[in-house]
Nanobody
Framework: QVQLVESGGGLVQAGGSLRISCAVS????????VDWYRQAPGKERELVAG??????RIYDDFVKDRFTCSTENANTMFLQMNNLKPEDSGVYYC?????????WGQGTQVTVSS
């Protein structure tokens, strides 16, 4: 059973930084993709950043140049978030996909105050 556990969320002021992590029960490189999503209250979950086969990173235009997705070891994916904006607030989820199966973590709350 694949498990993903997010951590590191919290409250930060606008312009500040935060690093959140996703611990995966197996290597992130075993999956077709591993992504970060976020969901703000009343809004749909949206893709923020992710890792593709071969190590390619992808980013939503709104976070490009501010967020960095990394894997410092095979079982953990990080999201370094700099110059945070109030619009970045939400629950951040880690998602791993292998063929037709999709796995989600429980999420970690990020709140950016203005």
């Amino acid at each position: 059973q694949v498990q993903l556990v997010e951590s590191g969320g919290g409250l930060v002021q606008a312009g500040g930084s935060l690093r959140i992590s996703c611990a995966v029960s197996e290597s992130v490189f075993n999956f077709n993709r591993v992504d970060w999503y976020r969901q703000a209250p009343g809004k749909e979950r949206e893709l923020v950043a992710g890792v593709r086969p071969g190590g390619t990173r992808i980013y939503d235009d709104f976070v490009k140049d501010r967020f960095t997705c990394s894997t410092e070891n095979a079982n953990t994916m990080f999201l370094q978030m700099n110059n945070l904006k109030p619009e970045d607030s939400g629950v951040y989820y880690c998602n791993a996909v292998l063929l037709s199966r999709s796995y989600w973590g429980q999420g970690t709350q990020v709140t950016v105050s203005s």
